[in-house]
């Protein structure tokens, strides 16, 4: 301590003892004495308000030694200031109090020093000091702390941080000087006592790994982490718990270093204890639902081993139940009763079921640019309704897959009568609109270039605005789009197309000119119609013999009218990512009002999503579809199905699964027409396509997944009947990445019924925007 300091303290406590001895004198003869006036002196970086604040005295107060002793402690916690006194001076009508602060130097500047494996710009992002902020020991040696919990999560075992301080009457310097030692690495984790779960079961339950070549330089493990290492002890009880294994102890891990001071072995004891049944499942407290409803969706039953997160799952579903009814605070603790003689459990839910709360108002905040109707109108509650929980669970997934926000959240502010709430819907708007100029490539289209212009909140009305051109050797498209989601604020939906397109088939290239109007209403909350009218002008050219021969009914007619009509119902969590819910439609088209082609199609599509552990999902989807021509005209060749490629079964060319006809040419010197080896697909009248897939996060940070799937499917012609028995059957892996530029997929399907004329497997690639 500097002779400065100390002597500061001394007079520190010189006065506070004058103080706090002469007054009572006073106040013995005199009455009590009132405190007229509060000043501080001294401050000049902090705040005088900021300081008056943590005092408690107040002019007017009766002068108290105990508060002003406490006043003094609550000052130096603030951690600005290196000494504080009090000094009291006599007033008319009492005394003054003068808080005399003195301010603790700046630091100007820090730094590191003996870090040579780590970069420095690495160890400044774990550290919150920032220059000219004031200087407070207790904040350096925190940040020591998590300069060494650094280190050690990047393997390094043995590192010491020194901080060195550096003061002058004016400023502080602190230096971190850094030790790194070598990096060490988990050779060995034992474990003792277990036997009911092996070494292997329990390892896989911890995120801590012994460190294995290439793998732990990939995946990051293979060092020893404190944080992550107690984390790793309360999974090995959580194993245990929902095993019915409730008297588990996992004691202190005894961690050795090797001498060379490079490797860890870490032992873990564990006593098991026996495992515990359900004897007895009841429930108390309820009062607004009767026992046998509350029991009825508690999963939980007698006879069953005892698990803790089954438990708590029940916990959680009998409170979400009370929330539909606008209990919203009701809160379920399980009380457990051991029979340790029996090894069985009895377990009683004890409920306290609190008020029913109702919605006051409803508060839009953060919201700079979309109206606040745009965001009422996806909220599932009104001011005056029961609150209730399922409806404020959906109306945050409707306003997520609105993705006009960064980050959202709906806050229930209570008042000061216990049964009414506010809720204050919070939001962070984000970018809506977007140009973008990129370009993309599959195994289908070839490369592309691309170029959008996109507004998704137009004027804040939440309106679609889209232009899109795409150009490639296989395709060319140019289209725009107008949609507005709530047509004169009634929940029907309005959209307008125009479009023009050029599309390479394997056999013809068709262009397109057209446009199209559909409307559409949602209803019942995951269900939504709608229904649609287009007029498109088509031409064909580059016709292959096979083609001409085969569709010269229909390729002389151009004109198409139709109308369109969709039934969906959609419960995905979120439509870019799905982890749970299904999307569910059927869709029909009927072309025949005018135009030359005459026709009608039907395709029933479903696909379900089933959520598992580690952000993982299971997802199965099916496809059927038949269409036909009428009033005498053949369906035309442009609108027959397709089946082979990424978007259908993988490991197939795209279009290859389904009807073909032998390839016709004419000799260029005979002028015969000869008919080559294989066929040519030429797409059926029918599909049938299953899709069975599961995701999982490899780099959730970049939002990079790894797929599986098996795939299955076919097109069908006349006179062939719908049926498993001949449908083509895939299996492979890949990779998605939701860039900044949209959708990349890579991934390889191998064929496992070959044909003749099929492939062992293709690799499929596609990247672009998505659209």
């Given amino acids: 301590m500097s002779k400065n300091r100390a002597t500061r303290l001394l007079w520190a406590f010189i006065s506070l003892f004058f103080l706090l001895t002469s007054t009572p004198a006073i106040a013995e003869e005199e009455g009590p004495v009132k405190v007229t006036e509060v000043q501080i002196v001294g401050n000049k970086k902090v705040e005088s308000e900021a300081i008056r604040s943590k005092i408690s005295v107040k002019p007017g107060d009766v002068f108290s030694p105990s508060s002003v002793r406490n006043d003094i402690a609550t000052i130096y916690k603030m951690g600005f200031f290196d000494d504080v006194r009090v000094d009291a001076e006599g007033a008319a009508g009492g005394i003054r109090l003068i808080f005399n602060v003195v301010e603790r130097p700046l630091i100007t500047s820090f730094s590191f020093e003996g870090n040579k494996n780590i970069e420095t710009s690495k160890i400044r992002e774990k550290v919150n000091l920032s220059p000219y902020s004031v200087y407070n020991p207790s904040l350096v040696a925190e940040n020591v702390e998590k300069i060494k ?13 020194l901080p060195i301080i550096k003061e002058s009457a004016k400023d502080v310097k602190v230096i971190f000087q850094i030790d790194e030692g070598s990096k060490v690495i988990i050779s060995k984790m034992n474990f003792v006592g277990n036997s009911v779960f092996s070494d292997r079961k329990i390892r896989k339950v911890m995120v801590t790994k012994p460190y294995f070549p290439v793998w732990s330089w990939l995946m990051k493990t293979g060092t020893y982490k404190v944080v992550e290492f107690s984390q790793d002890m309360e999974r090995i009880k959580a194993l245990y718990y929902n095993n019915g294994y409730i008297q588990v102890m996992v004691g202190e891990p005894q961690i050795l270093l090797s001498q060379d001071k490079k490797k860890l072995e870490i032992t873990i004891p564990i006593t098991e204890g026996a495992q515990f049944r359900y004897r007895n499942i009841d429930v108390s407290g309820n009062t607004v639902f009767k026992k ?5 969706n508690v999963t939980s039953k007698p006879g069953e081993i005892m698990d803790r997160d089954k438990l708590k799952q029940d916990v959680v579903a009998l409170t979400d139940l009370y929330g539909t009814k606008g209990y919203a605070f009701a809160s379920i603790s399980p009380v457990i009763n051991p029979d340790p003689e029996k090894k069985l459990v009895d377990i009683n839910l004890d409920v306290n079921e609190g008020d029913q709360i109702f919605v006051n108002r409803i508060n839009i905040m953060g919201n700079v640019k979309t109206r606040d109707k745009v965001i009422r109108r ?16 959906k109306s945050y997934d409707r306003l997520k897959n609105l993705d006009f926000f960064e980050d959202m959240e709906i806050v229930p502010a209570r008042r000061d009568q216990k049964d009414i709430v506010d809720l204050n819907v ?18 289908i289209d070839r490369l592309m270039a691309i170029g959008e212009v996109t507004q998704n909140n137009f004027l804040g009305l939440g309106e679609q605005l889209k232009f899109k051109g795409q150009f490639g050797k296989r395709s060319q498209d140019f289209n725009f789009s107008f949609t ?31 446009g199209a109007l559909t409307l559409g209403r949602r209803f019942w909350e995951y269900y939504s119609i709608s229904g649609g009218y287009s007029y498109t002008d088509d031409k064909y050219s580059s016709v292959l013999e096979t083609f001409q021969d085969e569709f010269s009914s229909t390729l002389d007619l151009h004109s198409t009218s139709k109308v369109t009509a969709n039934l969906s119902r959609d419960t995905r969590d979120n439509y870019l990512d799905t982890r749970h819910g299904s999307s569910n439609s059927i869709y029909g088209e009927y072309a025949g009002l005018g135009g030359q082609n005459h026709y009608y199609k039907a ?3 479903t696909t379900w999503f089933f959520p598992f552990y580690w952000e993982t999902a299971f997802s199965l989807h099916g496809r059927i579809g038949y269409a036909s021509g009428i009033s005498g005209t053949d369906l035309p060749v442009a609108e027959r199905f397709l089946v082979g490629g990424i978007s259908t079964v993988r490991g197939f060319n795209f279009g290859a699964i389904g009807p073909k006809v032998p390839i016709k040419k004419t000799d260029p010197v005979t002028g015969a027409t000869v008919k080559k080896e294989g066929g040519q697909p030429i797409g059926g009248n029918k599909e049938l396509i299953f899709n069975a897939e599961y995701t999982f996060p490899v780099v959730p940070a970049l939002k990079l997944k790894g797929v599986a799937f098996f ?31 949209g959708l990349i997929r890579l991934e390889y399907g191998y064929v496992l019924n070959r044909k003749p004329g099929d492939k062992a497997g293709k690799l499929e690639f596609s990247m672009g925007s998505m659209f």
């Fill in 711 to 741: 795939d299955a499917g076919r097109a069908f012609d006349n006179g062939e009947s719908l049926g498993v028995g001949n449908l083509s059957y895939s299996a492979g892996a890949g990779f998605r990445w939701m860039s900044p530029m």
């Fill in 149 to 161: 919990l650094f280190y050690q999560g990047e393997g390094y075992y043995n590192a010491t941080v």
């Fill in 426 to 443: 919070k939001v962070k708007e984000k970018s809506t609109g977007s140009f973008s100029i990129g370009g993309g490539y599959s195994t």
């Fill in 603 to 605: 395709i029933g599509d």
């Fill in 378 to 393: 996806e909220l599932k509650f009104n001011e005056g309704d029961i609150y209730d929980t399922s409806s404020l669970k």
């Fill in 292 to 296: 046998d409803e509350l029991l009825k």
């Fill in 484 to 514: 507005e989601p709530w047509l004169l604020d009634m929940p029907i939906s309005f959209r307008v197309d125009l479009f023009k397109e050029m599309r390479v088939y394997n056999g013809y290239t068709k262009k397109t000119l057209g």
